[in-house]
């Protein structure tokens, strides 16, 4: 099967990591891609919020959730009483997967399959183990399925704190929707105010 294990170094902190991932054909997902985009943030983070995979602007800049989804997230995080520049930020899956209704038009996000999600894997299990954050906030439910099963449901433990063993370590977490879920929402309002009382959880907990 697919898997980003061959590619993920044994030793050497986020930047071996993040040089690495550059090169990592462990699924499909690189061929159309731009570029591989790693986690950012510090190594000392003590919250690692994990996304779906890069947008369009994330594939272009080489950054997570640098585009319209990131800027609503960065509020929402302030807002929530959480300084985004301290926040460790990364994504199950690394490459942008997209369709384009006709050629040269605009590429459309395309859902990563499990198997995309599984290969990916190891490059987030890294990332945990080096950043060893206190707290882990689950952004939707593609990041939910990656870290908890495919069972996980992002309606029925949005807003809490999950005690769960992750790749063999015991992690905190706090799932809520994904930022680019209240872009469509048809009260952006109600799905941002619930954003914010997720992350202010998250934020709790913290303190
Ligand atoms: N959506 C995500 O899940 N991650 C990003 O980095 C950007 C948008
Ligand atoms: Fe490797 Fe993940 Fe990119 Fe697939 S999506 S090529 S596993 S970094």
Request: hydrophobic share 40%; proline share 6%; net charge neutral.
């Amino acid at each position: 099967g697919y898997t980003a294990e061959p590619f993920v170094p044994e030793r050497g902190g986020l930047t071996a990591l993040r040089r690495a991932a550059v090169e990592c054909r462990g699924c499909p997902l690189h061929r159309s891609a731009t570029q591989t985009v790693f986690g950012a943030g510090d190594t000392n983070a003590r919250v690692m919020l994990v996304g779906e995979q890069p947008g369009d602007q994330e594939d272009r800049q080489g950054k997570p959730f640098v585009g319209p989804a990131g800027h609503l997230l960065d509020r929402a995080l302030e807002e929530a009483g959480i300084d985004p520049s301290e926040a460790y930020v990364t994504n199950a899956v690394k490459h942008f997967k997209f369709t384009r209704a006709e050629p040269r038009k605009r590429r459309i996000h395309k859902a990563p399959t499990l198997r995309e999600m599984t290969a990916c894997g190891p490059w987030l299990a890294a990332e945990l183990a080096v950043v060893e954050p206190e707290l882990i906030v689950v952004l939707g439910a593609t990041a939910g399925k990656a870290l908890l099963g495919s069972s996980f449901r992002v309606t029925q433990v949005r807003g809490t704190v999950l005690e769960e063993e992750i790749h063999g370590r015991a992690e905190r977490l706090v799932p809520t929707v994904h930022p680019s879920s209240v872009l469509r929402a048809d009260d952006r309002e109600a799905a941002y105010r619930g954003l914010v009382s997720d992350l202010e959880v998250a934020a709790r907990t913290l303190s």
